[in-house]
Nanobody, 121 residues
Framework: QVQLVESGGGLVQSGGSLRLSCAASGKIFNIYDMGWYRQAPGKQRELVATIASDGITNYAGSVKDRFTISRDNTKTVYLEMSSLKPEDTAVYYC????????????????WGQGTQVTVSS
């Protein structure tokens, strides 16, 4: 079984910072892309940032230059969020494309349970 567990959410004032973490565990052979998505009340889930296994990153325009995604060798992905705005308020979900067996087995995407980020004005 594969699990993604997020942590680091909370309540912060506008202009503040938070750091989210997401740790993958279980039967993992390889992890490819990892990323963060968010869903605000009444809205669809949207991409925030992704990072490939080679370190190449991609950001939504609304968070570029304010958020930084990174990953380490312990199967953890991070999201450093600064200059937070009330419109960043959402549940943040971790996602990872994980291969659980060697080739020729394929992989699939997994989701974490989500962590709430609330930015007060």
């Amino acid at each position: 079984q594969v699990q993604l567990v997020e942590s680091g959410g909370g309540l912060v004032q506008s202009g503040g910072s938070l750091r989210l973490s997401c740790a993958a565990s279980g039967k993992i052979f390889n992890i490819y892309d990892m990323g963060w998505y968010r869903q605000a009340p009444g809205k669809q889930r949207e991409l925030v940032a992704t990072i490939a296994s080679d370190g190449i990153t991609n950001y939504a325009g609304s968070v570029k230059d304010r958020f930084t995604i990174s990953r380490d060798n312990t199967k953890t992905v991070y999201l450093e969020m600064s200059s937070l705005k009330p419109e960043d308020t959402a549940v943040y979900y971790c996602n990872a494309f994980i291969q659980t067996l060697p080739w020729p087995a394929g992989g699939r995407g997994y989701w974490g349970q989500g962590t709430q980020v609330t930015v007060s004005s």
